[in-house]
C-alpha cells in the first residue's frame, strides 16, 4: 500500500515537474519578446522574471525530492 501511495505521489511530482518546466520556457520567449519590444513594461518585465525565479526554485525543489540521497 506505501509503494502505491509513493507510486502515484512521485507521478503526481513529476507531473507538476513537466508543467513547470513548459511554465518556464514559456517565460522565457515572453521576456525575450517583451525586451525586444520597442515599448518596454518595466513592472511587467520585473514580474515575468520574478515568476520564473520562483518556477526555477520550485523546480529545484522538486528536482530533490525525487532524487534519492545516495551516501557515499
Known sequence: ???????????QLEGELARLRQEHRDLDVAIEAL??????D?????????RKLAL??????????LTPDIIA
Do not use: F, P, Y
Not at 500500500?1 to 507521478?11: K, L, V
Not at 525586451?35 to 518596454?40: E, T, W
Not at 526555477?56 to 525530492?65: E, K, T, V, Y
Open 42 to 50: 518595466q513592472l511587467q518585465l520585473a514580474r515575468l522574471k520574478k
Open 1 to 11: 500500500m506505501a509503494e502505491r501511495a509513493d507510486s502515484t505521489n512521485r507521478e
Open 35 to 40: 525586451q525586444r519590444s520597442s515599448v518596454h
Open 56 to 65: 526555477r526554485d520550485r523546480i529545484g525543489q522538486i528536482n530533490d525530492s
